[in-house]
């Protein structure tokens, strides 16, 4: 935002030190009793002599005790039309009247720590106003519209995970004298997966050419959030039906270990290879143990998994 709205003299003095690695920010936004209603946070920024005084909490921001500055989202005005009440502000974390502590347990993000801030009469300069007064549910908003798309990222790099995990189970496990991957019960279940996980990656990529061109952005942002979908149909199918919802199963399925992951991934979108790049299957009609499948090699397994083969299949 600060990049996108703010003057040069606040690039210099703020972005330059972050771009640089010696500063940390953060983005100041959520309240205890308000989150998703960016038109109903409460703190308030009031018109002094220079500048404005903060006053108010904050909740959930990421950084709050460890960062050099915030860019605050405050209210300035109190127009009938909420939307245009709100103005974002460059505040310093070293000012006074800014006390924050870090929220303690979380059930995951643990790559990051949050924290609650409290404003008291807290000054910020004129200067450090980002864009126009009012103006900043606007900017928020545009802003948003690129963080969910990213974040629906997320969600596609916890899918693809699922499905190679899955895929990569069915193939070793042996029941009844053979791979489970040779029951259609199990083929219908990868396949409701790979689906799933399909869709949501053409969607999300669409969203972001859409974000991108800012062509009616809002709509396809909102969009994006279907590779939860994606992950959801990665985890729940596969334990589920190969062990018939038995929770011990679960436990043991080589999925799982991507759930906690959920909320701190940083793996990049990877996807298996198509079925058809997979080595030949060998067909016969003999008895169950000449059907059983020939174990891939570890340069099969190895192609499988690289990124690069998931950029080749980007869809345009
Ligand atoms: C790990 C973590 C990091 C965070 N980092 C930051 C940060 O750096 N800076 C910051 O400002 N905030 C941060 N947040 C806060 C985050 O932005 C809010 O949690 C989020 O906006 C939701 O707000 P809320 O928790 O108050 O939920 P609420 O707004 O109370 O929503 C509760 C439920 O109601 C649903 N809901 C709300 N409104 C609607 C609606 N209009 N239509 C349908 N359903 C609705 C929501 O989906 C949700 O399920 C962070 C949160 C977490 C958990």
Known sequence: MVEDYGTEAQKEEYLRPVAENDQLSGLAVSEPQTGSDLAGMTTKAEKVEGGYELTGEKYW?????????????????????????????????????????????????????QGHIVFEDCFVPEENVVGSEGGGFYVLADF?????????????????????????????REAFDRTIDEFQA?????????????????????ACEKVADNDDAGYWASGGFDSEEAARAGWENLPRRTHSG?????????????????AVSRRGVRAP?????????????????????????????TTRRTPADESAKTPG
């Open 273 to 301: 290879q198509p079925a058809a790049a997979a080595p030949p299957r060998p067909r016969t009609r003999a008895g169950p143990r000449a059907r059983r499948r020939r174990p891939r090699t570890a340069e099969a397994r």
């Open 61 to 113: 921001v990421g950084n709050a005790v460890e960062a050099d500055w915030l860019t605050v989202y405050a209210k300035t005005g109190e127009s009938d039309d909420r939307y245009s009440n709100y103005t974002l502000f460059i505040v310093e974390t070293d000012s006074d009247g800014y006390e924050a502590e870090h929220i303690p347990e979380k059930m995951g993000m643990r790559a990051s720590k």
């Open 186 to 206: 199990v083929q219908h279940t990868i396949s409701d997966m790979r689906i799933g996980f399909e869709s949501a990656r053409a969607l999300n990529w669409r």
């Open 246 to 262: 038995d929770l011990r199963g679960r436990e043991r399925h080589p999925a799982q270990p991507h759930l906690p992951a959920v």
């Open 144 to 172: 948003f519209n690129h963080g969910r798309v990213i974040v629906g990222g997320h969600g596609l790099g916890l899918a693809a995970a699922a499905v190679e995990e899955a895929e990569a189970f069915i193939d070793e």
